[in-house]
């Protein structure tokens, strides 16, 4: 699978900004997704995540209510929606795959990993 998100930019503190990541290669369906990011000077840590099904999605604490994460296994492409953006939400955001169905925060349990896309949140 290869993954590429994009959508990053520059908002300001309060606004929306929606990333898509776009899946080509392997079977992309049945597969869980999810996003990750990383802050300047920190280590990458989790965003959210999306069963196959969609049925189940999973949040970090500091995006959930905020942000939203969705698929269209269709089009192969999986979306972060993020309201109410704040200046700590500014990172690279980072699409990933896992190779199994359920989705998890670990990011140890993601075997594909699309380049980077910038956040920017102005105060």
């Known amino acids: 699978v290869q993954l590429q998100a994009f959508g990053g930019g520059l908002v300001q503190t309060g606004g929306s900004l929606r990333l898509s990541c776009a899946a080509s290669?392997?079977?992309?369906?049945?597969?869980?997704l999810g996003w990750f990011r990383q802050p300047p000077g920190k280590e990458r840590e989790f965003v959210a995540a999306?069963?196959?099904?969609?049925?189940?999605?999973v949040y970090a604490d500091s995006v959930r209510g905020r942000f939203a994460i969705s698929r269209d296994n269709a089009k192969n492409t999986v979306d972060l929606q993020m309201n109410s953006l704040k200046p700590e939400d500014r990172a690279v955001y980072y699409c990933?795959?896992?190779?199994?169905?359920?989705?998890?925060?670990?990011?140890?349990?993601?075997?594909?990993w699309g380049q980077g896309t910038l956040v920017t949140v102005s105060s």
């Open positions: 990933a795959a896992r190779a199994v169905v359920w989705a998890t925060a670990n990011e140890r349990d993601y075997v594909y």
């Open positions: 290669g392997r079977t992309f369906s049945n597969r869980a």
């Open positions: 999306i069963d196959w099904s969609s049925r189940n999605t």
